[in-house]
């Protein structure tokens, strides 16, 4: 069988990722993924379950010896990934966390469950003036505003559990750095000669220092600090702080892109500067809309993606042949 070589700039699978059997032993340079997360986001069929252990054992296949990944993750189900990562072959370096601040809290009002327990009807106070949540249905079934009722609860019990919930505001995302282990019997350096992997890019990401920042350690780099493990989502003032300063996007931030959980193109240039070097190949297996493919069209890096619903595949090919024609 005759295999994918990376000679174009990128190139795009819409089928399903498991068995990668376009792609040859040993052929990749570094991994950037967002794959479903198991926790039915939106309600979305194909964020049910965690991707199956078998995908991570096909990336370790096709991956160079001591090539490294980004592997998003949710906080709920990061330490099931982990594990069947590792058990996959990949070496665990760390966890990055992207916060970001802005999300959205997925609580109930217990009060006025306990209204809805005793048969007691809760009080109407008002109308949400934003939109506010999702009907059953998935993505494209949004609560258009001035439609939602508001309610307080009425019971004597109720008022007294007024606003209790189950869930804290999500304020980060975890990303699992991983590695497949350098080729046996080589040392560091031996394995990047041979592969041109095994060695993660911070020169490339180092973090500016703020504008009129005084003391910046005893011997500063002058292009900035070390990349931080913590990717921070924040007001943007100077540009930049002492971790990466990233926004989240809104859905529908592209207007023909619907992908309910685009990833912002600058938190994964970031992530794909850090993992590899120019004119290397990246691989997403679940690329979705293709926030990865972009990143490396940008950062002259080879892409190689994966997508199993047609919609999502042809919002990736769009985008991505108008960074092309841009080039
Ligand atoms: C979290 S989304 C990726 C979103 C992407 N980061 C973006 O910015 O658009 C995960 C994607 O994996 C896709 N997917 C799920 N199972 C797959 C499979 N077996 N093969 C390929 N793609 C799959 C889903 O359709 C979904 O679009």
Redesign the pocket.
């Known amino acids: 069988m005759s295999h994918w070589t990376p000679s174009k700039p990128y190139e795009l699978f819409n089928q ?3 068995g990668l059997s376009p792609l040859a032993d040993n052929t990749i340079d570094a991994l950037v993924t ?4 198991g926790i039915s986001f939106q309600n979305h069929e ?2 049910k379950n965690l ?1 199956q252990r078998q995908i991570w054992e096909d990336c370790v296949r096709v991956l160079k010896h001591g090539a490294f990944g980004v592997v998003f993750s949710s906080v709920r189900l990061m330490h099931r990934l982990m594990v069947d990562l590792e058990d996959s072959g990949f070496l665990i370096k760390d966890v990055l966390f992207w916060a970001y601040l802005n999300g959205m809290p997925k609580s109930r009002d217990i009060g006025l469950e306990i209204d809805k327990e005793l048969g007691v009807t809760s009080k109407v106070v008002g109308k949400y003036d934003y939109v506010q949540g999702y009907k059953k249905g998935g993505a494209d079934n949004y609560y258009t505003n001035n439609e939602k009722l508001k309610y307080e609860p009425h019971s004597e019990i109720g008022i007294q559990y007024k606003g209790a919930g189950l869930g804290l505001k999500p304020a980060y995302e975890p990303m699992i750095l991983v590695q497949k282990p350098i080729e046996k019997g080589l040392n560091v350096a031996q394995n990047v000669l041979k592969y041109g992997t095994g060695a993660l890019n911070l020169e490339q990401t180092r973090i500016p220092y703020a504008k009129g920042e005084g003391k910046v350690g005893h011997n500063p780099h002058p292009n900035g600090r070390v990349s931080a493990n913590i990717l921070r989502t924040d007001e943007f003032e100077d540009g930049y702080d002492k971790f990466f300063v990233v926004p989240k996007v809104r859905q529908n931030a592209e207007d023909f892109n619907k ?1 309910p ?3 912002p193109v600058d938190l994964m240039q970031h992530l794909v500067k850090l993992v590899s070097f120019e004119n290397q190949t990246i691989l997403d ?8 493919g972009v990143a490396c069209l940008v950062l002259q890096r080879k892409f190689v993606g ?4 047609k919609e ?1 595949f042809e919002i990736c090919r769009k985008r991505l042949a108008m960074i092309d024609s841009q080039e």
């Open positions: 399903s990722c498991y967002d794959p479903p997360y194909w964020d991707p992908h959980t685009l990833k297996p679940f690329m979705g809309s293709g926030s990865t994966f997508e199993l619903e999502y």
